[in-house]
């Protein structure tokens, strides 16, 4: 059995996210320096190190899907300019932008989801599962079980990767982070589909941008 103390434990040791040290630990049958070579291998570890530092550069990309009838603008930070004009990181970018377009994202990362919204989305958890006659006990449990999936729709860096469904978008960043020896920052993001409503907030992004561009 995978204990809070062991996740802890590993996450000091290797800087790498919880979800990413229990699956270690878990594939690993609880084995702490294993599961250590395992977040290393698939640059986890190393990633994990260089997220405290800051990426001031980067890129906002701009990507059309559908003959204009999807509409993405996305701000990737990375820490050099020279890095920015790296082709692997403009891929990266790229990719990001139609995973935006592709798989309709609300928020980048969990922690960006307002407390009303979860508290929302939690409740009507509970309810269907009390539909479902499922014990007081229990619904907590399940809700918390359940609202993962939530987060995998709602969130990017949750989301499966369009390219390679086995991974998630966050482990996608993770292996750029290593790979480019930078550390990656997804800011910020505004997708338009034709007939849909804008809020300010993506009105606001949008005109930052067009600024920038000289628009």
Do not use: W
Request: charged share 35%; glycine share 8%.
């Amino acid at each position: 059995m995978i204990t809070a103390e062991m996740v802890r434990q590993l996450r000091e040791r290797t800087g790498a996210g919880m979800m990413d040290c229990k699956k270690a630990l878990t594939e690993t049958n609880g084995d702490e320096e294993k599961a250590i070579e395992l977040l290393r291998e698939r640059g986890i570890a190393k990633a994990a190190k260089k997220a405290g530092r800051v990426a001031a550069e980067g890129l906002v990309e701009a990507y059309i899907h559908g003959g204009g009838r999807i509409g993405v603008l996305v701000e990737v930070n990375i820490e050099t300019d020279f890095a920015a004009k790296n082709e692997e990181f403009k891929t990266f970018v790229k990719d990001i932008a139609m995973q935006i377009a592709a798989s309709s994202p609300e928020y980048v990362r969990r922690e960006d989801v307002p407390a009303a919204v979860l508290e929302n989305e939690k409740e009507i958890l509970r309810v269907q599962a009390r539909n479902e006659g499922k014990p007081e006990k229990i619904i907590e449990k399940m809700v918390e079980g359940r609202i993962e999936k939530f987060y995998a729709e709602k969130c990017l860096l949750d989301q499966a990767y369009i390219k390679d469904p086995d991974i998630t978008i966050d482990q996608l960043l993770k292996e750029k982070i290593a790979h480019i020896g930078e550390n990656i920052s997804i800011r910020r993001f505004a997708r338009f589909e034709r007939g849909e409503g804008i809020d300010k907030k993506e009105e606001n992004f949008a005109d930052e941008v067009m600024k920038q561009i000289g628009g």
